[in-house]
């Protein structure tokens, strides 16, 4: 690794067989979420601006303060976001980029370029990244490190056609992660939100052994409620990055909580 950058943590801990704890980001934007996630144990961040409001330059901000807090982050595009978009998410500051709906190998390849630095992409390299601290780099040295530390390419499998195609996608070179979007896979799946449903279950086993095969990371997200089934996919299906909680349902299970708590004592 290049001197002075900041570390992936889920790259680091997936090579370990250890879980990327992860906190998705939607609408707290001020750097204290930051700070709560690490203090709470979580190694990264699920920063989300295919399903927010969230602007390039608050998640930019959002990274920067994570990778000084020693938290990774990594940011979701739009659907069918292009390369230029990819780019700048990545140039300011996002260790990796998830890609929602990825359902063909054509889209898988399309990441990977939009995402890497050349052999393995056409991303356009730059010097002063926030991953180095804004200090000048050698252009080799970043391309050198790039593609392994700077831009991890994590696809999400949301839809049945993917789960036929997954094994023709974790095989791209240039994915890092395949990620299983959980919630729009089991609606496309006709089961919504039946994690426990045969089709469902199959599809899982199905993703995690085209994963395993060809030696890449399988992330969970999307589930938040059953820990049961998340134990399951960490130790039987080999899951290593895991969404663990999103900030606003977070929130408002806690105040949920606390307000029965405090009906209780009424009574």
Known sequence: MASNTFPNNLITLASRGKVCRTLGIKFITSPEII????????????????????????????????????????????????????????????????????????????????????????????????????????????????????????????APEAVANVDEIAAVEGVDVVLVGTNDLSIELGVAGDFDHPSFVESMQTIAAAVKKHGKILGVAGIYNRPDLLRGYIHELGARFVVGHVDLPMVAKVAGATAEELVKLEE
């Open 35 to 158: 700070y709560i996630a690490r203090n709470a144990g979580f190694h990264a961040l699920f920063i989300d601006l295919e399903h927010s409001s969230l602007s390039l330059e608050t998640a930019s901000h959002l990274c920067v303060t994570g990778m000084n807090a020693g938290l990774s982050p990594i940011v979701r595009v739009p659907g069918q976001a292009g390369p230029g978009l990819i780019q700048r998410v990545l140039d300011n500051g996002a260790q990796g980029v998830i890609v929602p709906h990825v359902d063909t190998v054509e889209q898988a390849l399309s990441a990977v370029r939009s995402a890497k630095y050349p052999p393995l992409g056409k991303r356009s390299v730059t010097g002063m990244l926030p991953h180095m601290g804004y200090r000048s780099a050698l252009i080799s040295d970043v391309s050198a490190v790039g593609n392994s530390q700077l831009s991890t390419v994590v696809v999400m499998i949301e």
